[in-house]
C-alpha cells in the first residue's frame, strides 16, 4: 500500500509541537493547573521526564531525516546554514536542535547523578531553545506550543520574584548524627501542609545552588514560623554546618556583641494542596534516614488535631524507620509528642519501629536519644519572613496572575497586528516568531509583575495590621525555640513508651503488613513511602501483594511516594 509520507511526517510534527507545549506544564511548580489536579511538584517531574524524553527522540529524528535527505542530495552545508524569510528557517532549527540534544544527553539517569550540577547548568539552555525554535518554525507554528510555555514563564517569573527576598533563618541546630535543623521566619498568613518542600538557596555558600528539602514541621506547630532537616552530605551541605558552627563558637565567645545573622532566599513552599494524610484511618509512615522529615511534620500535624479534638483523624499509625547508625535517633528528638498533645496515647494509637541497620547491638547508652551538638538563636525582629507568593498561597490572587497576563498577551498581539505587522507587510516567519516569544515576555513582566506588586502591597497591608500581634508572637516564638533546645528529654521520655527498636536487621514487610491486617481490621490502610528508590519498591511491592491476597475482611493498602528525586 503506498501512502503520503510528507503527510504521515507533518502530522508527527504537529504532535510534537503539542507536546512540547505539555513538556512545560509539569515543572512549573506552584501552576495553577497542578493545583486544580491536586499533583504535587515532586511527582509532576517524572511526567516532565517521560514527554521529554519522547519530544526529543521525534525532534532527533525530525533534524537526523533531513541531514540524511540533504546530505544524498549533496547540498547538507547550504541547507544546514540557510536562514529563509518565507518558511522555516534551518540554522535556527539546527541551533534549537543542538541545545536540546545537550539537554537530553546531560538529564540522562547516569550524568545526572554524577554530574548533577552540569544537568542542572545545561537545563537553563531551555531558553536557547525555545527561542531559536520559534525562529524555526514561525509565529503560527509555535503558538500551538506556546500555552503550555506561557505558563511556565509566568510560573518562573512568580518564583524569580518571591526569591529577591531574604528570609531570616531563625535558629538553627546541629544534630549529633550530622544534620541540621533549620527554623526559617514565615508571615502568618502563609499556608502549607505537613507535606510541603521548599528550595532553599544561601547566598553565603552559592549565588547559583538551589536545593529541595521537606518541611519538617507542622503550620499548626507555629504561625510565624516552619523548620526543616538538612542531612550533610555534599560540598554544599558541609559549607553550611561549617557556617552555623563558626556563627555558633563567635557567639559563645562574644555573647554581647552585634553578630551578623545568617540568611536564606526560599521558594516554596510546595506541594499537595490538601493534607491526604488525614483521610485515613489507619496510617503506616515508612521512612529511610532523612526521609524521616516529613512523617515528623504529620506527626505533629496529628497530634496538634488531636489535641484540639478534631475529627475524621487517623487513630492508628505506625512508623517504620529504618536507619544506618543509632546516632540517627536523635532526629526524634524535634519533636515533643507529650508537650503538643498531653496523654496522647488515650487519643491516638503511636507506635514506632526502628530497625538500626549497621549495628548489630545497642550503644552503652541504649535507648538514650543524643542530645543536640551546636545550637543557637538568632534575632528575628525585623520581620522578613517567607513570601506569600507561591505555594498554596491565596487562589484569587494566582488566578488574577494567570488571566490578566493572558489578557495583556492577547492585547499586545493585537495592537502589533495593526500598527507594525499588517501596515508594514512584515512577512518573515523567523521575525514573526521572535514578536511572538517578545510579547508573552512583555506580558509576563509588565502584567504579571503588576499583579506581583498589588499583591505585594496586600500583603504588607495584612502584616501591618498584625505588626503588634506579630512582634508578641515572634518574641514568644524565641522564647519558645530556646526553651524546647532545653527541654529535649521530656521528648526522649515520651518517644521510649511508643518505640521498639531493633539491631542488625531490616524490616519485614510482609510479616509487619499481615500483622496490621489482624491488629487494624477492614479498615483501608494508607501507606505513604519517603526513602530511597529500594525502599518504595519493597513497599510497593508488599502493597500489591496484600491487596492480591486479601479476604473480605481484609483493609487495602493504599501506596503513596513522598520522595523528591529529579
Known amino acids: 500500500m503506498l501512502f503520503d509520507v510528507g503527510t504521515v511526517w507533518t502530522s508527527l510534527w504537529f504532535d510534537w509541537i503539542i507536546l512540547l507545549g505539555i513538556l512545560f506544564l509539569p515543572i512549573a511548580r506552584g501552576s495553577v493547573l497542578l493545583r486544580l489536579v491536586d499533583i504535587p511538584f515532586e511527582h509532576a517531574t ?44 534551518n540554522l535556527a532549527g539546527v541551533i534549537s536542535l543542538i541545545a536540546g540534544l545537550l539537554m537530553w544527553v546531560t538529564s540522562l539517569s547516569p550524568v545526572r547523578k554524577q554530574y548533577f550540577e552540569l544537568f542542572f547548568y545545561t537545563h537553563q539552555l531551555y531558553v536557547v531553545f525555545v527561542v531559536f525554535l520559534a525562529l524555526h518554525v514561525g509565529d503560527f507554528i509555535f503558538s500551538m506550543a506556546a500555552g503550555g510555555i506561557f505558563l511556565f514563564m509566568l510560573d518562573r517569573f512568580l518564583r524569580f520574584c518571591q526569591s529577591r527576598r531574604t528570609v531570616d533563618i531563625i535558629s538553627a541546630t546541629y544534630l549529633p548524627c550530622g544534620t541540621l535543623e533549620l527554623v526559617l521566619s514565615k508571615p502568618g498568613n502563609l499556608r502549607y501542609n505537613a507535606l510541603s518542600f521548599i528550595f532553599l538557596q544561601v547566598k553565603e555558600l552559592s549565588w547559583l545552588q538551589w536545593h529541595p528539602f521537606s518541611v519538617s514541621s507542622s503550620p499548626l506547630d507555629g504561625k510565624y514560623h516552619l523548620s526543616i532537616l538538612i542531612k550533610v552530605l555534599g560540598e554544599w551541605t558541609e559549607k553550611l554546618r561549617g557556617n552555623i558552627s563558626n556563627f555558633c563558637k563567635e557567639e559563645q565567645e562574644l555573647p554581647f556583641q552585634p553578630h551578623s545573622k545568617i540568611t536564606a532566599s526560599v521558594e516554596g513552599p510546595y506541594g499537595h494542596e490538601s493534607p491526604y494524610h488525614l483521610m485515613y484511618e489507619n496510617l503506616v509512615l515508612v521512612a529511610g534516614g532523612i526521609g524521616i522529615s516529613p512523617f515528623l511534620a504529620i506527626l505533629s500535624d496529628i497530634l496538634h488535631s488531636a489535641r484540639e479534638n478534631k475529627t475524621c483523624l487517623p487513630r492508628n499509625i505506625l512508623i517504620i524507620w529504618a536507619i544506618k547508625k543509632s546516632n540517627e535517633l536523635s532526629l526524634l528528638s524535634t519533636v515533643d509528642m507529650e508537650s503538643i498533645c498531653p496523654s496522647f496515647s488515650d487519643k491516638v494509637n503511636i507506635e514506632i519501629q526502628i530497625y538500626v541497620t549497621r549495628e548489630s547491638e545497642p550503644p552503652l547508652e541504649e535507648g538514650k536519644i543524643n542530645k543536640t551538638v551546636n545550637s543557637s538563636v538568632f534575632p528575628v525582629l525585623s520581620g522578613h519572613g517567607l513570601s506569600v507568593l507561591v505555594g498554596t498561597g491565596n487562589n484569587i490572587w494566582s488566578g488574577i496572575y494567570v488571566i490578566l497576563p493572558v489578557l495583556g498577551f492577547v492585547l499586545f498581539m493585537d495592537l502589533l497586528n495593526i500598527y507594525y505587522i499588517n501596515p508594514f507587510g512584515i512577512n518573515a516567519w523567523w521575525y514573526k516568531g521572535l514578536l511572538f516569544v517578545l510579547c508573552m515576555v512583555a506580558s509576563v513582566v509588565i502584567f504579571g509583575g503588576a499583579v506581583v506588586g498589588f499583591w505585594h502591597l496586600w500583603e504588607r497591608r495584612i502584616s501591618e495590621s498584625e505588626e503588634f500581634e506579630d512582634n508578641q508572637m515572634k518574641i514568644g516564638m524565641v522564647q519558645h525555640i530556646n526553651g524546647s533546645m532545653e527541654d529535649k528529654e521530656s521528648s526522649q521520655e515520651s518517644l521510649a513508651g511508643t518505640s521498639t527498636i531493633q539491631y542488625g536487621c531490616r524490616p519485614d514487610f510482609k510479616e509487619i503488613f499481615g500483622s496490621i491486617s489482624e491488629r487494624w481490621g477492614h479498615v483501608d490502610v494508607g501507606v505513604i513511602v519517603c526513602g530511597p528508590p529500594t525502599l518504595q519498591a519493597s513497599v510497593a511491592k508488599e502493597c500489591r501483594s496484600q491487596n492480591i491476597r486479601r479476604r473480605c475482611h481484609d483493609p487495602i493498602f493504599h501506596f503513596n511516594s513522598h520522595s523528591f528525586d529529579l
Open 46 to 89: 517524572k511526567y516532565h521526564v517521560w514527554l521529554g524524553h519522547l519530544t526529543m527522540l521525534l525532534f532527533t529524528l525530525h533534524g537526523l531525516f533531513y541531514v540524511i535527505a540533504w546530505a544524498m542530495d549533496g547540498r547538507l552545508l547550504q541547507e544546514i546554514l540557510e536562514w529563509k524569510e518565507i518558511g522555516v528557517a
